[in-house]
Nanobody, 116 residues
Framework: QLQASGGGLVQAGGSLRLSCAASRRTASSYYMGWFRQAPGKEREFVARITWSGSSTTYADAVKGRFTISRDNAKDTVYLQMNFLKPEDTAVYYC???????????WGQGTLVTVSS
């Protein structure tokens, strides 16, 4: 129901854009979010956006470098990642959630590797 794509290998300072295609059912959720999990670490929040597009929230670690957006016509959410750092290396997941920030649908993850 959620299909994440766009990961890959990039050098530090480079950019990638992740996409998350949602089915109609998950597209009706209140929030769409991106999370990531680095090797040996817990999954952490990266960014979220309301389906109305009226509100975005970012983790401090990515603020000013990443931008979340969505295209309702395509039921797709994007994560534009600029000025990537080696510490951004992780598997990135998209998820849909309720207005109470309960994320109940998850995509399969896409690997982002940033080389120094």
């Amino acid at each position: 129901q959620l299909q994440a794509s766009g990961g890959g290998l990039v050098q530090a300072g480079g950019s990638l854009r992740l996409s998350c295609a949602a089915s109609r059912r998950t597209a009706s959720s209140y929030y769409m979010g991106w999370f990531r999990q680095a090797p040996g670490k817990e999954r952490e929040f990266v960014a979220r956006i309301t389906w109305s597009g009226s509100s975005t929230t970012y983790a401090d670690a990515v603020k000013g470098r990443f931008t979340i957006s969505r295209d309702n016509a395509k039921d797709t959410v994007y994560l534009q990642m600029n000025f990537l750092k080696p510490e951004d290396t992780a598997v990135y997941y998209c998820a849909s959630g309720t207005r109470f920030l309960v994320y109940n649908y998850w995509g399969q993850g896409t690997l982002v590797t940033v080389s120094s």
